[in-house]
């Protein structure tokens, strides 16, 4: 295998910050777009990047995913760069927040729902058309959306919790299966999946998995599996799929 690029949003912390360390730390061949709101401020991921081992083969690229015209800044930012010349291989539409989780489904208001919306949707769209020029130069094609059991209907739709931030999951799942089916036919791998669930800042530290941990599943069952015939599959990070 040459080298294979992936590009990685909200890198800054937490899962993009941990599938970064995991993805370079897993083959000398792979590189990383780093994607973060404010990359000077990300201490951990300015420390990866200045590791021996990942020097040349990380770019940190600032880039908030909710302004369109920033991101579209950003894609003329690392074309100039010059470390895509060949295109991007995998695209990790990673960036994510949990927003007015507290509001049950009788109250929860639009702005509520927009909340949530803003990153885990509108900021996958705004990405993906974007990226997708480079992403079709490169020789990847692999998409992968992290999504949630949380908008698993089967799953989640039992409950009452986070109401706006599951409607954002389930909405940008269906839109990924959609992506699937359009870019399917160009050999595309496009892929939405449940991380676990993460000690991270989203859930304030209260997941039962690592970082680490969730990584290294990810790795394994979602990010080194991915192959056509798994396109448009609603992957787990520890193997087999999620309901819809
Ligand atoms: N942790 C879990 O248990 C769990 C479970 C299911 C799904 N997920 C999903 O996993 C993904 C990663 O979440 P996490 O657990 O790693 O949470 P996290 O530690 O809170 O990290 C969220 C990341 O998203 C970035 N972000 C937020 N808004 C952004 C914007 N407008 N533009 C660019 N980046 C933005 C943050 O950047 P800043 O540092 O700049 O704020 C940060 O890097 C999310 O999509 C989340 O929904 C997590």
Redesign the pocket.
């Known amino acids: 295998m040459s080298t294979f690029t992936y590009l990685i949003?909200?890198?800054?912390?937490?899962?993009?910050?941990?599938y970064s360390k995991a993805l370079l730390a897993s083959d000398p061949r792979i590189r990383v777009v780093a994607?973060?709101?404010?990359p000077s401020?990300?201490s951990d991921l300015q420390a990866l990047a200045n590791e021996e081992a990942n020097k040349g083969r990380i770019h940190l690229l600032q880039?908030?995913?909710?302004?369109k015209d920033k991101v579209a800044q950003a894609v003329k930012e690392l074309e100039a760069s010059g470390f895509v010349e060949n295109g991007i291989d995998a695209l990790v539409?990673?960036?994510?927040?949990?927003a007015e989780s507290k509001y049950k489904p009788s109250e929860i208001e639009p702005e509520h729902v927009l909340a949530n919306l803003?990153?885990?949707l509108f900021?996958v769209l705004n990405v993906t058309k974007a990226f997708l020029p480079l992403v079709r130069q490169g020789k990847g094609k692999q998409i992968f959306?992290?999504?949630?059991?949380?908008g698993s209907v089967e799953e989640f739709g039992k409950n009452t919790v986070a109401t706006g931030?599951c409607i954002?999951?389930s909405a940008?799942t269906m839109w990924t299966a959609k992506l699937a089916a359009e870019l399917g036919p160009e050999g595309f791998t496009v892929i939405p999946f449940?991380?676990?669930?993460?000690?991270?800042?989203?859930?304030g530290h209260?997941?039962t998995?690592t970082?680490e941990e969730?990584a290294a599943e990810a790795l394994k069952n979602v990010f080194q599996a991915a192959k056509p015939e798994l396109n448009g599959s609603f992957l787990r990070y520890s193997g087999g799929t999620v309901p819809w």
């Open positions: 949003t909200g890198a800054s912390r937490g899962l993009g910050l941990g994607a973060a709101r404010n401020a990300a880039l908030d995913v909710e302004d539409l990673n960036a994510g927040v949990a803003g990153v885990n900021g959306t992290v999504s949630s059991v949380c931030y954002s999951k940008v449940h991380p676990g669930y993460v000690s991270t800042g989203i859930n209260s997941g998995l970082v969730a």
